[in-house]
């Protein structure tokens, strides 16, 4: 099993719509939480990180279950420029605390 | 200046040939990393260091070496390259505890022929 697991897509959506990303983690002791967005050919970027009690950005938001070891993230009113790879991203435990990054998810919107 | 810089951008190389890609940082951050990008594989670790004095493998570090020249230089070395370590490099930073994500460089793009 990953230890990042989302769901590759891809995900076609009009703009305006709003669109959900999920992703599962399996080491229960992880403590950081965060999506990054990642344009074609481009370097990773930090979109948010992501708390317990749920985080909002302007149009996004993000969510976190530690029960249920679930991230996700919520795009609303989507626009082009929303296009891109969303990658879920989690950190180890311990003093080491790595990021681990799940494969990512694409989006396009549509005109 | 961009916070984390790597050189060079692109680069083809033939097999058997050594190389290295080159990593600096104005962050000020004692934490380094190099990965690799696939399609499809998302991003892999290659090394990473805490400071200049510590070097540690990471999940596919066969094939690469690393040196940590200063707090802020980090290169990753391909002894002799081969044609499945052709990929996008990423080389990455933080702080100390992690808590505030990575910060990238460009990345570099190599093939090897």
């Known amino acids: 099993r990953k230890e990042v697991e989302q769901d590759p897509g891809p995900f076609n959506v009009p703009e305006g719509a709003t669109v959900a990303f999920n992703c599962t983690y399996s080491?229960?002791?992880?403590?950081?939480f965060f999506w990054y967005r990642q344009d074609c050919r481009k370097e990773p970027k930090l979109l948010m990180s992501?708390?317990?009690s749920g985080n909002e950005d302007g149009r996004f938001t993000a969510q976190l279950n530690r029960a249920s070891q679930y991230i996700s993230l919520l795009i609303r009113d989507s626009k082009l420029s929303d296009s891109a790879t969303y990658l879920c991203?989690?950190?180890?435990?311990?003093?080491?605390?790595?990021?681990?990054f799940g494969s990512g998810t694409q989006l396009t919107v549509l005109p | 200046d961009a916070d984390v810089t790597q050189t060079p951008r692109n680069r083809i190389t033939k097999t058997g040939k050594r190389i290295m890609l080159e990593c600096s940082q104005t962050k000020g951050h004692d934490r380094m990393y190099w990965y690799r990008q696939d399609p499809g594989l998302g991003l892999r670790l290659i090394y990473y260091s805490f400071d200049v004095k510590d070097i540690n493998k990471g999940e596919i570090s066969d094939g690469y070496s690393v040196s940590r020249q200063a707090q802020a230089k980090f290169s990753l070395s391909l002894e002799s390259a081969i044609p499945n370590q052709t990929a996008l490099y990423f080389c990455?930073?933080?702080?100390?505890?992690?808590?505030?994500?990575?910060?990238f460089g460009s990345g570099t793009r190599l093939t090897v022929v």
């Open positions: 990455a930073t933080s702080d100390t505890t992690g808590g505030y994500g990575y910060t």
């Open positions: 992501v708390y317990s």
């Open positions: 080491n229960s002791a992880s403590q950081s």
């Open positions: 991203v989690v950190s180890g435990s311990g003093s080491a605390r790595q990021l681990t």
